[in-house]
């Protein structure tokens, strides 16, 4: 069990595109989602945090305008990279929070986004 | 207050050896410290976690050393593996913090044959 899908595990835009990235908890409720964005050989960073249902908590320093997410459900949060340019080219990782527990956290495969 | 330091950066282990890798935290407020393993291009996966009640959890070759007065913690990975090379990131969250992990900067680990 808690299993976390992204989709899609990999991407190719063209600069001044848009990208969605959608992450799902398959097997179990998460009223929290979390993105987290990796650049190479460095640790998560933290980009938001979003509650079913609510806006998204934005973390210092990460444009909401160009970052927007969507927790429409109670398995389902998107991220989509709005006017995209290479210095967006990262991997993100979302996580899924399970409802009702302090802790449990999941996190998903990863989406590999390469803006051109 | 936020920050979880880990160390070391990397790590070059012999197989069949002990790995170790350490972590401090300085809020006292976390009250959980998961473990996560993470290979190239793919996300963190949990590994092992803990409680500050408890001063060591084993699970299988994984174990995990708390010290709350020191607030240090540590993972020993026994008896090496080339399939344990791989990143690992400790973390800390807090009850009260609606899930949301704080990690460490992570430690390359490369177990040779």
């Known amino acids: 069990g808690a299993v976390v899908s992204q989709h899609p595990s990999w991407v190719i835009c063209k600069s001044g595109t848009s990208v969605k990235i959608e992450c799902r908890s398959l097997d179990f409720q998460a009223t929290t989602m979390f993105w987290y964005r990796q650049f190479p050989k460095q640790s998560l960073m933290l980009m938001a945090t979003?509650?079913?249902?609510?806006?998204?908590?934005?973390e210092q320093g990460v444009e909401k305008d160009k970052f927007l997410i969507n927790h429409a459900s109670l398995t389902l949060s998107t991220l989509t990279v709005t006017s995209a340019h290479p210095e967006d080219s990262s991997f993100y990782i979302c996580?899924?929070?399970?409802?009702?527990?302090?802790?449990?956290?999941?996190f998903g495969p990863g989406t590999r986004l390469t803006v051109t | 207050q936020q920050q979880v330091k880990q160390s070391p950066q990397s790590l070059i282990v012999q197989k069949g050896g002990i790995s170790i890798i350490n972590c401090a935290y300085e809020n006292t407020a976390f009250d959980y410290f998961p473990w996560y393993q993470q290979f190239p291009g793919k996300g963190p996966a949990l590994l092992i976690a803990i409680r500050p009640d408890v001063s060591e959890k084993k699970e299988g070759r994984f174990t995990i050393s708390f010290n709350k007065s020191a607030k240090q913690f540590s993972l020993h990975i026994m008896d090496s593996q080339p399939g344990d090379s791989a990143t690992y990131f400790c973390a800390a969250s807090a009850a009260g913090g609606y899930q949301k992990v704080t990690f460490g900067t992570g430690t390359k680990l490369q177990v040779i044959p």
């Open positions: 996580s899924a929070g399970r409802t009702g527990s302090s802790y449990e956290q999941y």
């Open positions: 979003s509650n079913e249902g609510s806006k998204a908590t934005y």
